[in-house]
């Protein structure tokens, strides 16, 4: 990994959690529109980009020893920062299981069960996807350490 510049993974986790939430809206509205194939390679996709996502998250910190990015917002900007990472990172902890029993059970056929789980999965992955963009923003690019 001669010349590997670990500061590049957040904004590559960033666009692998842009992908994922743009699949996660094309998948709804595909099984919405009666889809199901579609739909299923739709979700399949948003999985394999979050696994992704998860695999380039680890090795981020992995390789920054466990080390974290300063914010350098002030005042209430730092309120709604912390406000926004504490839930995506509470959610964000749960996404994972979730997301594989609700895939397991798509792919499994077992479409009631699927149902009534993805309810809950979408909107909570959804925003774990857009809300991890969104701290990403907040701490490289609009309010960064000085």
Do not use: C
């Not at 959690?17 to 919405?32: E, H, M, S």
């Not at 996502?53 to 002030?74: C, Q």
């Not at 594989?100 to 699927?114: C, E, N, V, W």
């Not at 701290?135 to 960064?144: A, E, R």
């Amino acid at each position: 990994m001669n010349g590997f510049d670990v500061m590049m993974l957040p904004a590559l986790n960033a666009t692998l959690n842009a992908i994922a939430g743009i699949l996660l809206i094309i998948g709804f509205i595909q099984i919405r529109n009666g889809k199901r194939v579609a739909h299923r390679r739709t979700m399949i996709a948003a999985f394999s980009v979050s696994v992704a996502f998860l695999a380039s998250y680890v090795t981020y910190h992995a390789m920054r020893g466990g080390m974290n990015t300063p914010f350098g917002g002030e005042g209430g900007i730092r309120t709604l920062y912390y406000a926004i990472l504490i839930t995506h990172v509470i959610l964000a902890a749960i996404v994972p299981v979730l997301a594989i029993i609700t895939l397991r059970r798509g792919l499994a056929a077992r479409y009631d069960k699927h149902r009534r789980i993805a309810r809950w999965t979408l909107p909570i992955w959804l925003y774990v996807s857009v809300t991890g963009v969104i701290v990403y923003f907040m701490l490289y690019q609009w309010y960064p350490a000085a």
